[in-house]
């Protein structure tokens, strides 16, 4: 019994021994715990308030941040300038810088124009012409070109009209179907555009034909008798010129799909997009059976600069407006 008094001073020491901080680091971490819990209780406390607030910023910056990427895709998307994310929309066998079956496809088709009396001259490089080329029976400064008995007089543009050979080899093969149907003189807009497709209303990430100078934009043909019929004005009428030109040029086999006011009211309101169709994908079979060093020499060619095709591309006569509905609305 006398041990009891003892034993228990022993085991209250012991009590308060372990209850009490025993080291300067156990204090902080008991402090760090008091202060954690009267987070908690603050938290608890305002509750609502604070996690809305938070919530509220976080969506903020989600807003703001998704909106300065809609800006810059919209930048991307409003400029028709080439860029280096462009798709390539091509014709079948195409590839850049072209082919040896290319090239050579390109020489067969001067021949062709050769033979078909149309008097050409070589030109310099533009865009991605394979084979750049102007018609040039009219003089080096006139606004007009002949292909096909056809006068194609330029509404906007100075010369040169550069185009690739086989947009003028076209143009001549089916101008007497043309003049058949009583058109005399074609009214166009621009050729060779170094820029990106725009149908329906929007531009696509893809390079158009017009950098490959493959099309023409045609705002109006006037016929036999000096009558103008002009593309914005009169196709909505029904002009009968107008429709059998349509159906003249896409039933004719050298030309893709014209792009009308009828297959696309938005962007081609004003205008025909008039484009030659071509295929060198028989050359580029034919090409499999050449020895491969053959092949491959025209890779060793370089790109050209993006940005200097553009320089190249703005040839625009000063009178011309730089954004007109026909220019900027133009496409494929
Ligand atoms: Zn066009």
Redesign the pocket.
Known sequence: MRRGPLLALLVAGAVVASSAPSTPSAEASAARRKASSGERQAAKGSGKASSTRTRATARAKRVASERRKQRRKKKRELSRVPNRRTATNMPRGWRWPPSRSMRTAGERCTEALEQAKVPWERSAREGKIVTPLVVSADGASSRELTLGGIVYHSKYRKPPFTMDCHLALALATHGPALQELGVRKVVFG?IFRFTKVRAHGKTKNVL???ALGL???VVSFEDEAGVVHDVLRDYPAGDELLRSVEDALNGSGGFRTV?TPRNDPTS?HD?F???ADISYYEDERNLAALPRAAAGEADEEHEENAEHEVGAGQATDKSAPAETGLEHG???
């Open positions: 621009s158009s034909r017009h099309a023409m934009d792009l081609h205008h997009h008039i484009e133009s496409s494929r």
